[in-house]
């Protein structure tokens, strides 16, 4: 069983910034993909960044490209997500899966075992 608690939600003004953490505990494995997602009310659940293990596989929904930055410390199995340049339209409850066992960086939401309860962004115009 993995338990994700994440944090560093909150409210910020459009253009700002954020920097969300997902902490994990219990049975991570050896290796485990983990990313980020969000859902917006009345929306569907939608990829925000994914990272591989190691690091070297990465991926961003074209929105947070050039503006979030995904990292990990696995030493702390901690995972965070840099969200600079907010916009309103990406307040949402901003989700950390998991899914041990896994060396590479999957993008679907279905590819995840294990969710955070999820912290909330709201980016006020």
């Known amino acids: 069983q993995v338990q994700l608690v994440e944090s560093g939600g909150g409210l910020v003004q459009a253009g700002g910034s954020l920097r969300l953490s997902c902490a994990a505990s219990g049975r991570t494995g050896s290796t485990a993909a983990a990313g980020w997602f969000r859902q917006a009310p009345g929306k569907e659940r939608e990829i925000v960044a994914v990272?591989?293990?190691?690091?070297?596989?990465?991926y961003y929904a074209d929105s947070a490209k050039g503006r979030f930055t995904i990292s990990r410390d696995n030493a702390k199995n901690t995972v965070y997500l840099q969200m600079n340049t907010l916009k309103p339209e990406e307040t949402a409850l901003y989700l950390c899966?998991?899914?041990?066992?896994?060396?590479?960086?999957?993008?679907?939401?279905?590819?995840?075992?294990?969710w955070g309860q999820g912290t909330q962004v709201t980016v006020s115009s």
């Open positions: 899966a998991v899914r041990p066992f896994n060396s590479g960086a999957p993008t679907s939401a279905d590819d995840y075992r294990y």
């Open positions: 990272m591989s293990w190691s690091g070297h596989s990465v």
